[in-house]
């Protein structure tokens, strides 16, 4: 079935360190979908990228999803102690578009 | 205010004594699903319904039942719980249209002993 890695798993940066988090499928996605989950909290959604090479940005973070349509990254610029926490990646493919994949998560620990 | 609700949040119970965690939302969403969180493994989907009486299985529904007789409710049922279905448990929720935006329910953290 597919599968959707997520490197690295755990990563500390001191504030005002930039972060990136990547996401790998081993088959084509129709799309990729972006989470965030606090400690003890639930996911909750930040963006959903359709299009090959999309790039879309929110304040400080940008969202790319590769040319092949396999491969996605979220980058976050000059970190905050209010971005903590993990951050998924979901990923379906063409063939269900409800059946999510999600990465096992990056773990964010940002060092005041 | 618009949210997906879950009961209960916590539960510890034996092996074999049969459990429903009630998932419910008030968006008049179309899509709804469940997950499992497990340490290290991320969330994995365990079935998922496109809407009324239509329900599919996800990557991991082996131990689970689900039902969705009313769009705003989709319980999910352990007929026979054991260990390994121990586990931090997710309801979500979205429309069907071209966004796929899910609101997730606060968790249920269920413990088989």
């Known amino acids: 079935g597919q599968q959707v890695m997520q490197i690295p798993q755990y990563q500390h940066v001191q504030e005002g360190e930039d972060f990136t988090t990547y996401c790998n499928s081993s088959?084509?996605?129709?799309?990729i979908q972006w989470y965030k989950q606090r400690p003890g909290g639930h996911p909750v959604f930040l963006i959903q990228?359709?299009?090959?090479?999309e790039v879309k940005k929110q304040k400080r973070l940008t969202f790319q999803f590769g040319e092949a349509k396999k491969n996605s990254s979220l980058h976050i610029t000059a970190t905050q102690t209010t971005d903590v926490g993990t951050y998924f990646c979901?990923?379906?493919?063409?063939?269900?578009?409800?059946?999510?994949?999600f990465g096992s998560g990056t773990q964010l620990t940002v060092l005041p | 205010e618009a949210q997906v609700t879950q009961n209960p949040r916590y539960l510890i119970t034996v092996t074999g004594k049969k459990l429903t965690v009630t998932c419910s939302q008030n968006?008049?969403?179309?899509?709804m699903s469940w997950y499992r969180q497990d340490p290290g493994l991320g969330l994995r989907q365990i079935y998922y319904?496109?809407?009324?009486?239509?329900?599919d299985k996800g990557d991991v529904p082996e131990g689970y039942k689900v039902s969705r007789k009313e769009k705003r409710n989709f319980p999910l049922i352990l007929e026979s719980p054991s260990p390994n279905q121990t586990s931090l448990y997710f309801c979500?929720?979205?429309?069907?249209?071209?966004?796929?935006?899910?609101?997730f329910g606060p968790g249920t953290r269920l413990t088989v002993t």
């Open positions: 979500a929720s979205s429309f069907t249209g071209r966004s796929y935006e899910q609101y």
């Open positions: 088959t084509t996605l129709s799309n």
């Open positions: 990228l359709v299009k090959s090479g």
């Open positions: 979901a990923g379906s493919s063409s063939g269900s578009a409800r059946q999510l994949t």
């Open positions: 968006m008049n969403h179309e899509y």
């Open positions: 319904s496109m809407n009324v009486e239509v329900t």
